[in-house]
């Protein structure tokens, strides 16, 4: 990859923004992480299929963002191309119950249109930081429901720019997992099928699930959500809880003193303290409660010599 070529050739085709050895902790919830080669929002979907041809030509490496809300990303920073779909591609439509939404839609929007409309099955989304798109490849979930109970469709493209239309049972929804998590296939737009329900009780559990939020959750420290999968029948927050983990600290990333499943940022934490503080977790947990946890976050860029 030659990164003079690549960026003239990209900022001559397209007509998105383009930064260069852009921070990425101005892109990430958590505050955390080194420098991407080059950042590139783009202006529409030709926009951005133009700069995966562009860097397909240059054989640079391609990472899809959104929000960043799930991300780790390394002190190392990023090799090659970011993409971030956050904000665009945004376009929302509702037909019966059926709502189309583009990958770069804010989820909790996305929640707040459903309910103006008094469709109900994405009332837990309300208060989910993030793009549609980054709910959608990890499946995101909360108080007993997921993504994967309202995805009819995704339209996903390949990293050559061809689209392909995965069903419900295509995408292979896990535990905060789908198939898009393999990075070979972004998500351009999502249909979700809802059901007509009560305008009155759709609000109540939304604003019932945002109070909730803001009790249970550090909402007023950098993170980037839950630091570890649920385990299956229980709350991993427990298990670090029952550890004596809370509180733990690791230079300025600490185990939330209020959720025990939150790592907060006490304002200068490196991704080295939390890869370190989470590897202390682990360890802790699984010589106290005997349960191994795995992160849930997702940590990209280069890795770091070990
Ligand atoms: C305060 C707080 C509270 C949270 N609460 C919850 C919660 O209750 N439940 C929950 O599940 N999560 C929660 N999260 C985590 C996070 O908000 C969600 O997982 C969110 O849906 C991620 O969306 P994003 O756009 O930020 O994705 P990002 O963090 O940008 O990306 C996440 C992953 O998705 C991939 N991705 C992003 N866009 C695309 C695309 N277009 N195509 C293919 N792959 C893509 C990325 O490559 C990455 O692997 C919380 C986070 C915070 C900070």
Known sequence: MNLDSLTRELRASTKGE????????????????????VFFTPENEDDFKTALAVCRQHQAPVTVIGGGTNLLVS???????????????????????????????????????????SLSGLEFAAG???????????NSAAFGRRMS??????????????????????CRFGEKSSIFLDGQHVVLAVVLGLKIGDPCEIREARERFVRERSA????????AGCAFR??????AGRYIDQAGCKGLRVGDAEVSRLHANFIVNLGCATAADVMQLMDQVVELVASKVGVRLEPEIRFIGRRPAS
């Open 149 to 170: 109970d309202v995805v009819t469709s995704v339209r996903a493209c390949t990293l050559d720019g061809h689209d392909v239309i995965f069903s419900a049972d295509d």
């Open 216 to 223: 249970k959750q550090p909402l007023n420290q950098p993170s």
């Open 75 to 117: 002190d190392l920073g990023i090799e090659g191309v970011v993409i971030s779909l956050a904000g665009r591609l945004n376009a929302v439509s509702v037909q019966g119950t059926s709502i189309t939404v583009g990958a770069g839609a804010l989820l909790g929007q996305v929640s707040s249109t459903a309910a103006m409309h």
């Open 18 to 37: 383009l930064l260069l050895n852009e921070p990425m902790c101005r892109h990430t919830s958590f505050r955390i992480g080194g420098p991407a080669d």
């Open 230 to 235: 649920n385990p299956k029948g229980e709350g």
């Open 128 to 138: 989910i930081p993030g793009t549609i798109a980054g709910a959608v490849a990890m």
